[in-house]
């Protein structure tokens, strides 16, 4: 469907491709510049953006490679990267996975029933993720250390805890959620309901697969969060083998010294499993999932 | 197989009663539709039946079971919605086979079922396709035989042809009275669309403000409207009503007078009234006859608009003495136009008279 334009506004095509892509090279710049820091010898901040020596030491400390030291033994990286990273999929998929699983349910509550106090509760929702969560930082802390006392799985410096943490921050993905099965029309549920079905089947059988495009969004946004998530991780891990990627890389900023290379590379391995979620995720991101159930 | 019956059937949401008090009852095998204007409640009552609206006040019965508090897959219904309602992620075969599914049955006794239903309403082909790869119709016969498929007692209809187009009405009318007379199962049918209520119906139930204003045959309904509401919704296009004062009346024959004078005499008993009641006069456009002779008890008005359809002319012309329009469906041959005077006349075989109660007066012929 191509629209006739007039010869006038070919130098606004121009201009508006111009904008692009001087916006497109904006984003990537940073990118780039962390690729360009992981890869040159050295850790300098500042320097070219194409390295003149290439050296691979950055990436052998992040993989727990060991190298050769200047007296000639091999020394081994002094911070698990790699466990970190394994911590964080571990931490995000199971927290992510569990978000999902209560803000579809509490959705579909909020969407679909009527109770008394769904207005209140769901106003409530709203205010309460209006504030950070570093402000609740100490009180987040201290439930936890309180909770370790009578179940240690979910208290201070267990992943538990942060999943328990990260889980409960789910009241933006409601209303989300609410808005989108708001969407589908009531009568294909209740077509479901004269076919036999009962409320859970209707919503686990009819709603939910219309809805994976949403759900996929959600586990998405869960995932990143909680990958990318530094200051509970940080208050609520302790012990070097069980930081996640996040809090972990603060190691590598001392006062003294700051090992930019090391941080560049862990920056990018961290951002390997989200890319890789994101991938496989997009497969069910379909549109158009519920077109055909209607007149059309 | 199944009858239904409703006793004071009442049903308000909140403070406002949508359904003023329901009785009626209606027989095993019976095509019944529902018409009415749209927020008549008609739908409302439909979903009442189907169990997907408490009843407030009343009782339900069918199959001589109460089911006030039986949910909707317990009633022994199946309901085609207005928009299909489709499930988009299975195919054609899975929508048909869900209820079944629910219920239990087995993968050999569902596939029996599915084939049969889909024979039925000639959508064998369709059956691995997903409802997004199908016409409005072909949705339309899925919906149904999601319906079939459960063998229901009573199936419920919620204006299933609206959203199709013309002549594919027309074509799934004709295939729901086959349908009706291969299943002989209740059926139920919600419309606004009185075209659909006279050509489907054993019997309508004409609704209006959440009250049942009549229920016959829909000849019956025709010749004989209770009132003047019913009168005006069946026919189409709608009866011409004229108000008019009684000058006298004998036990046969009524004379009344328009506003402009014109004594007009109709076959209705309205010896009741006293002279110069306020009445209505209601004439259907195809008894109205309009000329360009004047003569004794014709009333002289003027055409607003001619519309001519080859087979018949419409003449819109001015009601005599107020500023309304009159329809007359009248033949072809009809050469009035667009402004010339007209002579209307009232057979008086063919007029009614509502009292100021709206109720019709009894007719004699």
């Known amino acids: ?296 | 197989m199944a009858n239904l019956q409703f006793k004071a059937l009442r049903k308000s949401f909140g403070d406002v009663e949508i359904l003023h008090g329901i009785d009626l009852e209606i027989q095993d095998g019976e095509f019944v539709v529902f018409v009415g204007p749209s927020g008549c409640g008609k739908s409302t009552l439909l979903r009442c039946i189907a169990g997907l609206e408490e009843i407030s006040e009343g009782e339900l019965f069918i199959g001589g079971q109460q089911v006030n508090e039986v949910p909707p897959s317990k009633r022994g219904i199946a309901m085609v919605f207005q928009s299909y309602a489709l499930y988009p992620h299975m195919t054609v075969a899975e929508n048909m086979a869900f209820g079944l599914k629910l219920a239990g049955h087995s993968k050999t006794e569902i596939a029996a079922a599915v084939q049969r239903a889909a024979q039925i309403l000639q959508i064998e082909s369709l059956l691995d396709r997903r409802p997004k790869a199908l016409s409005g119709g072909q949705r339309q016969r899925v919906a149904i035989g999601r319906a079939i498929v459960r063998k229901p007692g009573v199936f419920l209809f919620d204006e299933p042809l609206s959203n199709l187009d013309a002549g594919l009405r027309v074509q799934m009318r004709v295939e729901l009275a086959r349908l009706h007379a291969d299943l002989r199962t209740t059926m139920i049918y919600v419309t606004h669309d009185q075209v659909e209520a006279m050509t489907l119906a054993n019997r309508i139930v004409v609704i209006n403000q959440g009250r049942i204003e009549q229920v016959g045959a829909p000849l019956e309904l025709y010749h004989r409207p209770a009132n003047r509401f019913v009168a005006g919704f069946m026919g189409s296009p709608k009866m011409n009503f004229l108000p008019c004062t009684l000058v006298s009346a004998t036990e046969r024959l009524a004379t009344v007078r328009l506003k402009d004078g014109t004594p007009v005499t109709v076959s209705a008993d309205a010896r009741g009234l006293g002279d110069g009641a306020a009445l209505t006069l209601g004439i259907r456009p195809e008894h109205l006859l309009a000329g360009s002779e004047a003569g004794e008890g014709r009333a002289r008005t003027a055409v607003r608009v001619a519309e001519h359809l080859g087979d018949t002319v419409f003449l819109y012309v001015e009601s005599p003495g107020s500023p309304e329009s009159l329809t007359v469906k009248a033949l072809p041959e009809n050469r009035l136009g667009m402004g010339d005077p007209a002579h209307l006349s009232f057979p008086p075989e063919h007029g009614y008279l509502f009292g100021p109660d709206d109720r019709t007066l009894p007719r004699t012929s």
């Open chain 1, 1 to 296: 469907m191509a629209i006739v334009i007039d010869k006038s506004q070919r130098w606004r095509v121009f201009a508006a491709h111009l904008f692009l892509i001087v916006l497109c090279a904006l984003v990537i710049f940073p990118l780039l510049m962390v690729i360009s820091i992981s890869l040159r010898p050295g850790n300098f901040a500042t320097g070219k953006l194409i390295p003149e020596t290439i050296s691979l030491e950055h990436w052998r400390f992040a993989l727990g490679i060991p190298s050769m030291g200047p007296d000639g033994q091999m020394i081994k990286p002094d911070l698990p990267v790699l466990l970190w990273l394994w911590n964080s999929v571990k931490v995000a998929t199971i927290s992510a996975t569990v978000a999902l699983f209560l803000s579809t349910t509490a959705a579909y509550a909020f969407a679909r029933m009527k109770f008394a106090g769904k207005k209140a509760a769901l106003l409530g929702l709203m205010l309460m993720q209006m504030f950070p969560t570093v402000l609740a930082l100490i009180a987040i802390h201290a439930i936890f250390s309180r909770i370790g006392h009578v179940f240690p799985l979910f208290g201070v410096d267990s992943h538990w805890a942060l999943v328990l943490a990260y889980s409960g921050g789910i009241a933006l993905h409601i209303w989300t959620i609410k808005g989108f099965y708001e969407t589908i029309p009531g009568e294909i549920e209740e077509a479901a309901t004269v076919d036999g079905a009962t409320p859970w089947q209707a919503f686990w059988r009819v709603l939910l697969p219309m809805s994976l495009p949403i759900l996929m969004v959600i586990f998405l946004l869960a995932f990143i969060g909680a990958i990318i998530e530094y200051p509970q991780a940080s208050v609520l891990l302790r012990s070097q083998d069980k930081l996640t990627m996040a809090a972990g890389m603060k190691q590598f900023l001392y006062a003294q010294k700051y090992l930019w290379g090391d941080f560049a590379a862990a920056a990018i391995l961290s951002g390997l499993p989200i890319s890789i979620v994101f991938i496989l995720a997009q497969r069910w991101m379909i549109s158009g999932l519920t077109s055909g159930a209607n007149k059309g």
